[in-house]
């Protein structure tokens, strides 16, 4: 079975950076496509970043880019999203996700098969 696990969400200040982390277990991590959405209060699903399984492609949602960074250890079975020039908006829980069929999951929710239980980022002014 197939298990993600986030870390490294918190409490920090506007402009500040966090990293968050997603540990895969379970299934061949280097060939899945990783991804990372977050949700804030009220607020539909929204795409933050996308990564292939090899490491050599990655996306961006609009209103992160220049900003956010996705990266991927696939000896560790991790995925990671460095966030830094943190705004107020980036306030969310944060989910990853993995899709085993794909090379390439891109930003639509459906792609991914498999869904972590999310960590909180909040940003304070």
């Known amino acids: 079975q197939v298990q993600l696990v986030e870390s490294g969400g918190g409490l920090v200040q506007t402009g500040g950076s966090l990293r968050l982390s997603c540990t895969v277990s379970?299934?061949?991590?280097?060939?899945?496509?990783m991804g990372w959405f977050r949700q804030a209060p009220g607020k539909e699903r929204e795409f933050v970043a996308a990564i292939s399984w090899s490491g050599m492609d990655t996306s961006y949602g609009d209103s992160v880019k220049g900003r956010f960074t996705i990266f991927r250890d696939n000896p560790k079975n991790t995925v990671y999203l460095q966030i830094n020039s943190l705004k107020s908006v980036d306030t969310a829980v944060y989910y990853c996700a993995a899709s085993p069929k794909r090379y390439f999951g891109g930003e639509d929710p459906p792609n991914y098969e498999y869904w972590g239980q999310g960590t909180q980022v909040t940003v304070s002014s």
């Open positions: 379970g299934g061949t991590f280097s060939l899945y496509a």
